[in-house]
């Protein structure tokens, strides 16, 4: 049986992207191939708030604390943590998701496999999970990904199963929700925008692409990396989010960014989990 190391397995209000609003199991993977240091940062700097964090000092995942510059899932990757995240069977992972959506199976609640980099080496995993009996009622499945890694050959053919499926029963519906990182996350552009592997998500699920926006210059970037993926042939929508993984930060320029999004013609992504939840750990 495949097992999948888990950072947080969770359930609430999916906050961002086209699924906004729905209700949603988070399965969020350990591992990732960036860092994302430059979130909140000036330009050119990168953030040490994570570094600056103590692993010794936190025996559970919901206590760790938040950040307001660099990646807010940091746990999910950095390797001084990865104690934190335990390696699960399928088994466990569907056993845990029936005692935590309402009535013990799965009925309009979509699952969001997100890290992380859900799509490093779990792909030879996932196949074994969504087959598992406890998933059969599950029909809306999204993958938040970087959009930098290639589907493998096994993957992307199991996905296709899917895809050519006309029998109602066996209907599942899969979204790929791209976000691509942007100079502002202190990744190089080479590395992280990668327009040939996310056109070729579009042969397996619906695909859209989501960049996070603080500054005017963000904006100029995205319109640049929105040029690539088009000349590439990507044909899905283009979301804005504001930036802000808490909320002081998130207050400040989620107008701007809506906007942005309204005069340019492209869609706005919220992030409701920080309204509403205070981005806090599992929610
Ligand atoms: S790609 Fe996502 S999970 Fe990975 S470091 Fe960047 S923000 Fe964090």
Known sequence: MSKIKIAEL????????????????FL???????????????????SEEAINIDPSK???YKMLPLVSTGCDSYASWDPRFKDLSPMLTSDAIADRICEIIPHSEWKD??????????????????PDLLDHPKMQGLKEITFETNGTQKLTP?????LHTWKSHHDKDFWREITFSVSAKLPCSGEKWE???CPEIVVEYEDY?????????????????????????????????????????????YALNNRTVADLA???????????QVPLFKNEWGT
Request: glycine fraction near 14%.
């Open 58 to 60: 936190y025996t559970d």
């Open 109 to 126: 609640e979509h699952l969001v496999i997100t890290g992380g980099e859900p799509l490093l080496g779990w792909q030879r995993a996932y």
């Open 205 to 249: 699920g619906t695909v859209y692409l989501k960049f996070v926006i603080a500054t005017e210059q963000d904006f100029k970037d995205a319109e640049c990396a929105i040029g690539a993926y088009r000349a590439a042939g990507f044909t899905g929508h283009v979301y804005l989010m504001p930036v802000g993984g808490v909320e002081s930060v």
């Open 191 to 193: 590395d992280a925008i």
């Open 262 to 272: 309204m005069k340019n013609g492209l869609r706005y992504s919220d992030r409701l």
């Open 28 to 46: 969020r993977t350990f591992g990732c191939n960036f860092k994302c240091a430059g979130f909140g940062m000036p330009r050119g700097e990168l």
């Open 10 to 25: 969770f359930y609430s209000i999916q906050g961002e992207g086209r699924y906004m609003g729905v209700p949603s199991v």
């Open 154 to 158: 096994e993957f992307a053919s199991y």
